[in-house]
């Protein structure tokens, strides 16, 4: 299956080394098979290979291939230093020493805190679930029923193109049980794999609400700095992503509850709701990264909420100019047609912002003032990937 990201990262290989992360299945390896079979000259190692010592010492590979990609290389101990002796072996070897392709769903953490050796060694991308866009391209289905099919299946390749429902959730059962043990409790050396996944589940049954992180970390038998390192594991295996309230004040925006949403929707155990807001979140978090890594825009992901409780789901931001500025304001609703309060509130506060209300179940479109009223998933499929 063709993925989005495909073309923009052929360019930049041709430049540089390119780093791929993203969630665990969610087409990295897939993508980077499709670059190789365009190729002359190419070599891949996959994640498998690295269980092998003397893949890992003795680098055994055709030294000569025009592009290696490496697959999960966060399974190689210490790889960063791993991976700068390979760089420095091809650079003498061929010349190319930065044409390679490296994934894996831990990726971005590490290489920040390898310093400034690897500043402007590479370019980054992040690979996202299917979304609607890219689910009626692939296989000329109408919005409505890409939204259907995907909040059925979620956007991971495995499950989408699966035969059955059970099938997909036979899948889930298992990505699930794989994440958890091999990258999240034994790849972070956790020794707290009940509190762990004691977490994941409030996490799953609390999908849309603004979190405490201390009174869950009362709930779960753990410290709150505890909490907030388990939080920083689930984010960096890309198993959760977090939304934090809008405020200039980036600072304090972080000292604010976050709302905490799954790359996979098929996790949520909330009701339909929670469900439809998690799907929105991972579709807009998805254009978001897209904006940074292609294009380099400051832009961000928010929600708002006010200390009388007025909350509006979603807030884009641009950080571009001299001030932070809000985009678009959104909210969800599954068949909700009434303007909500507060977003109506909050789009006469922010006049400039794109005020919208994705409703997933409309008879009708329409404009109300400056608030539109739209279909998800005729708008959903209008984002840029």
Known sequence: ???????????????????LAGPRQVGKTILGRNLERNLKNGATVEEEAFQER???????????????????????PDWVSWLKGVIDGRSKTIGMNDRMLVTGSALMEAFRQAGKSWVGRYYLWRLHPISVREWCETSNATPEQALMHLMERSGFPAPVLALSHEEAEHWRSEHFSYVMHQDVIEASGLHEEKAMRSFVQILRERVGTPLSLTAIAHEVGVSPSTITR???????????FTVRPWSKDIARATLHQPKVYFFDVGLVLGDASAQFENFVAYHLLKNVHWQQDAKGQNVDLHYIRTKDDAQVDFSLSDATGAEPKLTHLIECKLSDAKPHGALKRFSHEHPDAVAVQLVRDLEEERKIGGLQIRNAAKWLAELEV
Do not use: C, N, T
């Open 54 to 76: 003397a893949v890992v010492a003795d680098r055994i590979w055709p030294q000569r291939a025009e592009l290696l990609i490496l697959i999960e290389l966060q399974k190689v």
């Open 1 to 19: 299956m063709h993925r989005y990201l495909e073309v923009s990262i052929r360019k930049d290989l041709q430049k540089k080394m390119v780093l």
């Open 230 to 240: 388990y939080l920083g594991i689930l984010e960096s295996q890309y198993f959760v």
